[in-house]
């Protein structure tokens, strides 16, 4: 079982506001991932990281940004929150040697609603 | 470019039915291939995954099977129950990983 937590799980908050939201795991697992999931289901990565102080843009372009400065630690940070970041955030990890076969396990997500 | 398709939804089925979710892909090389679920409010859960072909992966009743001539992963089970009621999403993983657009089954009493 993939021991990996994301706070807050809900989070309902005013346009213009600074959030962050956290994710940590216990795994010591090397890569790292933040996923946006839209009401339609579909997963876009948004950011990942291969280790501490990596990181780097996913394939769906986003106004948020993420830091590694602990290995278990993979915060995502909107300065400015807008109704159009509401969705649920999914943060993933894995270990960094998988190739082909690397399995990346799942937190619980975040729901996040701008209003 | 690695893409994967799934069969498109909603999925609705009587429990105890034998349910069938169809997963085709186009990828480079031998690409590893999975099935993760994801329950109402939650995040995705790791269902049972395949590494090279004619492997089958299985888990609680759910099995699916490498199968690189037909390029498919089509997840099955035998006697599906309510609480199977969720998004299933297959996904492949060459240089990054791939997920179909997801699946949403529900399983009526």
């Known amino acids: 079982e993939a021991d990996i937590y994301q706070t807050p799980r809900y989070l309902v908050i005013g346009t213009g506001k600074k959030i962050t939201l956290e994710c940590s795991q216990t795994m010591g697992h090397d890569k790292m991932y933040w996923y946006q999931q839209d009401p339609g289901m579909e997963l876009h990565l948004i950011h990942y990281s291969y280790g501490v102080n990596s990181t780097e843009k996913g394939d769906l372009s986003s106004e948020s940004t993420v830091s590694r400065i602990r290995t278990e630690h993979f915060p995502l940070t909107l300065e400015s929150a807008r109704p159009s970041h509401t969705s649920q955030y999914l943060c993933?990890?894995?270990?960094?040697?998988?190739?082909?076969?690397?399995?990346?396990?799942f937190g619980p997500g975040t729901r996040l609603l701008v209003l | 470019g690695n893409s994967v398709t799934q069969m498109e939804g909603p999925v609705t089925l009587s429990e105890e039915a034998f349910l069938t979710i169809n997963c085709t892909y186009t990828?480079?090389?031998?690409?590893?291939l999975f099935w993760y679920v994801q329950y109402p409010g939650e995040g995705l859960q790791l269902l049972l995954k395949a590494t090279k072909a004619d492997d089958k992966g299985s888990n609680k009743g759910f099995e699916a099977t490498y199968r690189k001539e037909t390029t498919s992963f089509h997840l099955e089970k035998g006697s599906v129950q309510v609480s199977d009621s969720a998004v299933y999403f297959c996904a492949l993983r060459a240089q990054k990983l791939v997920f179909g657009q997801g699946t949403r089954l529900t399983i009526n009493p």
């Open positions: 990828a480079t090389g031998y690409p590893s």
């Open positions: 993933a990890s894995s270990v960094a040697s998988g190739g082909y076969q690397e399995t990346q396990y």
